[in-house]
């Protein structure tokens, strides 16, 4: 099952579409033309590619930043500042937890999209936020006796599906951040909604009493999930005497 074609498609299906139409950059173009679409447009990062239309890399605007404050060469071009190896990407035929896995495992916020080969063609681009909202719609659709049909459909490999945890005042995870959390592998924190809103998840997510957790889950590790997500922190030792006990 592969997550563009298969996923609810006015979800993750249209949004690849519409970021295929926001520009790729060449190696050759210039950081003054990077820096400009960044401020028109407001995005975090795009792909790189060369004169055929193969993925060659990635650039964001954190990689601006970082050549602007340390001073870069005049003349100096998109391939000076990109990403051009070890790049994670994602596949057209690939299910969609492959996808959130590999977001997670980087803590990055959106993968090329490329054709299987030696070729690699870039064919759009799928964010996080794209995935959340197509698990959005399907709460939507909670009432709906096909609700736990479209689910599946969004995690695409068996015995994986979505659940949302709240965390309780009294749990160990309150006050630490998402990557502090010693999560099962085979898990993702996704979102997390906090009063009326829904924020993606990251690394460095600070988490608090109340808030609900969506966790992508495969095989049988939700009980594990459920307990570390919502079990009080143990007690501490401090090796001191029990009060009231008596001195020799």
Not at 112 to 124: A, M
């Given at each position: 099952m592969g997550f563009i074609d298969d996923l609810v498609e006015d979800?993750?299906?249209?949004?690849?579409?519409r970021?295929?139409?926001?520009p790729a950059f060449r190696g050759f173009d210039s950081l003054q033309k990077l820096a400009e679409e960044f401020d028109r447009s407001r995005h975090h990062g795009y792909p790189v590619?060369?004169?055929?239309?193969?993925?060659?890399?990635?650039?964001?605007?954190?990689?601006?930043?970082?050549?602007?404050e340390r001073g870069v060469p005049e003349g100096a071009a998109?391939?000076?500042?990109?990403?051009?190896?070890?790049?994670?990407?994602?596949?057209?035929?690939?299910?969609?937890?492959?996808?959130?896995?590999?977001?997670?495992?980087r803590d990055i916020g959106r993968l090329?999209?490329?054709?299987?080969?030696?070729?690699?063609?870039?064919?759009?681009v799928v964010r996080r936020v794209d995935i959340i909202r197509a698990y959005n719609i399907?709460?939507?659709k909670r009432a709906d006796r096909n609700y736990h049909a479209e689910v599946e459909r969004l995690s695409g490999v068996d015995g994986a599906r979505f659940i949302d945890i709240e965390i309780p005042p009294e749990s160990q995870v309150v006050g630490r951040r998402?990557?502090?959390?010693?999560?099962?592998?085979e898990c993702l924190v996704v979102s997390v909604t906090r009063g009326r809103g829904r924020m993606v998840a990251h690394g460095h997510t600070l988490l608090k009493a109340g808030d609900r957790l969506t966790v992508f889950v495969t095989g049988d590790c939700a009980e594990a999930v459920h307990q570390c997500l919502t079990a009080a922190p143990p007690p501490e030792e401090n090796g001191e005497d029990e009060p009231g006990a008596q001195q020799e």
């Open positions: 979800a993750l299906k249209r949004r690849v579409a970021e295929l139409a926001t590619v060369d004169d055929t239309g193969k993925l060659a890399g990635v650039v964001t605007i954190q990689d601006l930043k970082r050549a602007l998109v391939k000076d500042i990109a990403t051009l190896e070890n790049i994670a990407i994602a596949h057209p035929d690939e299910p969609v937890g492959d996808a959130l896995r590999r977001l997670g495992v090329p999209v490329v054709s299987r080969g030696p070729d690699r063609q870039l064919l759009g399907a709460v939507a998402v990557r502090e959390i010693d999560l099962p592998a």
